[in-house]
């Protein structure tokens, strides 16, 4: 088999899009997160330090445009044809007034060589008239709506303080792809409370909704969060995976996966600095290649044992 298709890869569909290399640019608009300021929790989630978010190019105070620019300069030095996304990460990039919103994203996307936006948000922020707004976007340029799942389990999400329920996250997943617009999802691996084989049932679940697009990452004990403090206080609670054990446990995860769901990426990092734990040393394109290797192994692809799997 291909190692290519053993799983959906981000290159590919991006490719399927693009005629041209695409790289997407971190923003940091100054967006705060209603999980902090008391509109939806406090505190934020337990593992969220959001200090972990950024590269050294963009910074808080810079305007959208010019963080943009910065970061196109970056990479154009040794990529000259590259074209750039506009990627909204930092915090909740759809907490602000829709005519705010709408400035700051068309401020990115009037910066030349960038062909489209990725908007990162948490699923109890996604009003209707934005997602009008979006949806008209949408018919104009490339656009990824990414929401943050975590978990498919309430009483995680309640552990960690996600402040919405699952039933929210496939709310807001429905709605946007209903509209046609490209649908992403991020969750964590190895949240406390949740064994293995609970974890590669969420898959399945995941799969029910219309997502186009999940990035997966590991559980980081990240410093400074009320984690950290939890785990320094009961370590007996967190089981935190060596990189070979959660290798096989994200090719579980991807086999029990819907096949045609495009996996951005398997790991987060953290900077060193701030990481308790687990510590792989292991780069994101060297996982992937350890990924790669182990599917070989194991004669394993995406959706090998997804229930619906059409035989
Ligand atoms: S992880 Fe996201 S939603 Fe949670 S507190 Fe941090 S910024 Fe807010």
């Known amino acids: 088999m291909d190692e290519r298709v053993r799983y959906n890869d981000f290159s590919g569909f991006l490719a399927a899009h693009f005629p041209y290399k695409v790289q997407k640019i971190s923003i940091n ?8 300021d008391g509109t939806k929790g406090y505190g934020g989630c337990t593992y969220c330090n959001n200090q972990t978010f950024n590269p050294a190019y963009c910074h808080t105070e810079k305007p ?20 750039y996304l506009a990627y909204f990460q930092a ?32 699923p109890d922020c996604m009003p209707d008239s934005l997602l009008d707004y979006l949806e008209g976007l949408n018919r104009q340029t490339f656009l990824i709506v990414e929401y943050g799942i975590e978990s498919t389990d309430n009483r995680t999400l309640k552990r960690i303080n996600r402040g919405h329920t699952f ?22 691996l190895g949240l406390p409370g949740e064994s293995g084989r609970q974890i590669i049932a969420q898959a399945e679940t995941i799969s029910e909704l219309p ?7 590991q559980l980081q004990l990240v410093k400074g969060t009320r984690m950290a403090h939890e785990y320094a206080e009961h370590p007996e609670e967190f ?7 959660y290798i096989d446990l994200t090719i579980d995860y991807l086999e029990h996966l819907r096949p045609d769901i495009v996996i951005e990426r398997f790991i987060s990092q953290s900077p060193k600095e701030l990481l308790i734990a687990p510590d792989w040393g292991l ?8 990924i790669k290797k182990r599917m070989k192994e194991r004669d394993s692809w995406q959706g090998k044992h997804y229930k619906n799997r059409i035989q």
């Open 167 to 188: 039933e929210c996250t496939a709310d807001a997943v429905r709605k946007t792809a209903q509209r046609k617009i490209l649908t992403g999802g991020h969750v964590i």
């Open 239 to 245: 089981h935190l995976y060596k990189a070979d054990e």
């Open 283 to 290: 780069k994101n394109y060297e996982f992937t290649e350890r």
């Open 29 to 36: 608009a100054g967006f705060t997160c209603p999980n902090r």
């Open 64 to 83: 959208v445009g010019q963080q943009v620019r910065e970061g196109v300069a970056f990479f154009s030095r040794k990529y000259p044809k590259m074209k």
């Open 211 to 217: 997502l186009n697009t999940l990035k997966l990452h």
């Open 91 to 122: 915090y909740t990039n759809t907490y602000a007034g829709l005519e705010e919103l709408k400035r700051m994203y068309e401020e990115a996307l009037e910066v030349e060589n960038v062909v489209g936006l990725v908007i990162g948000t948490r």
